[in-house]
């Protein structure tokens, strides 16, 4: 009875918590969940499953590469919204505004300047890892995500006992195994620029909403400021709508993580496809011998 009620208070914990996650980045879910929250799933799972260091650390840097994008956009963006922000404090104050409005501006204000200084402070600490004057080790790099622990072959866990599988792909067993547990909290710190952009642009459209919308609830009548807010209601939905849209229809066929996938299909880089590449060019253009089949693509099976 015991074991069976722990298990479902765990249950509980883990559907609340990811309900919870769901509600808190819904306003920039998409990034969250594409620049942040796969990559490090894929990440630790790769570390888990006994893969290469090379490829591992493979993926690290073109997660760090996505993350320096994302701040660079976070950057600009917030330095916008926050020139926005400040224009509006120059319009004339409405009566009867409800207070909501300014304070809602107050704080986009607040949360764009943190995310404009969030966002510069951790790309620094990504640029500085990207050029490095030598290598880091890749326990250290993955320091920044996870939390790894080494096992002798012998007392490995049992998920990480792959000698069958990895001698059937012709790989070498490694001198020690890998387990990793995410550290949710450095997640939190790599997504908290994106979170504080995407809840300042919230509040900004909602402080711009209660003052524009004023005439419409202040009780003195119908009046033309009274149809400029209808106005803008009407093109507020409408483009809200298209955003919407867009932004499901722009990740519906497109996946990121698709080089992921071809890792694990068995598919690698070729280290030297141009090479290949410019031979054959060279001998169709001399004519020594012609081509009988098209150059490679860079892709080889292991």
Request: charged share 20%; net charge neutral.
């Amino acid at each position: 009875m015991l074991p069976a009620a722990m298990s479902a208070v765990q249950q509980l914990r883990r559907s609340s918590t990811y309900m919870a996650s769901n509600m808190i980045t819904l306003p920039y879910y998409r990034f969250y969940r594409q620049n942040t929250l796969l990559p490090v799933l894929a990440i630790v799972k790769a570390v888990k499953e006994g893969e290469r260091d090379e490829l591992i650390s493979r993926r690290m840097r073109y997660w760090r590469e996505r993350k320096l994008r994302e701040y660079q956009f976070v950057s600009v963006a917030g330095t916008l919204l926050a020139a926005a922000v400040i224009g509006c404090f120059s319009w004339m104050p409405q009566d009867n505004e409800h207070w909501l409005g300014p304070a809602a501006w107050y704080s986009c204000l607040v949360m764009s300047l943190f995310a404009i200084l969030l966002s510069s402070s951790e790309a620094f600490i990504f640029s500085t890892i990207k050029d490095g004057p030598r290598p880091r080790l890749l326990v250290k790099e993955l320091a920044m995500i996870a939390l790894i622990k080494e096992h002798n072959p012998e007392s490995k866990p049992p998920h990480l006992a792959r000698a069958n599988t990895d001698r059937e792909r012709g790989k070498e067993t490694p001198q020690y195994a890998r387990d990793a547990e995410i550290r949710w909290n450095m997640v939190f710190t790599w997504q908290a620029p994106v979170m504080l952009i995407a809840y300042a642009v919230t509040c900004f459209l909602m402080g711009l909403t209660i003052n524009v919308c004023t005439p419409l609830y202040d009780g003195v009548g119908f009046r033309d400021a009274s149809k400029a807010s209808i106005f803008y209601i009407v093109s507020f939905i409408l483009s809200g709508a298209v955003f919407v849209w867009c932004s499901f229809w722009a990740y519906r066929f497109i996946d990121l993580e698709d080089h992921e996938h071809e890792h694990d299909k068995g598919l690698e880089l070729d280290p030297e496809p141009t090479t290949l590449r410019e031979q054959v060019f060279l001998r169709s253009v001399d004519g020594n011998s012609p081509i009988e089949s098209p150059p490679s693509l860079g892709l080889q099976r292991r």
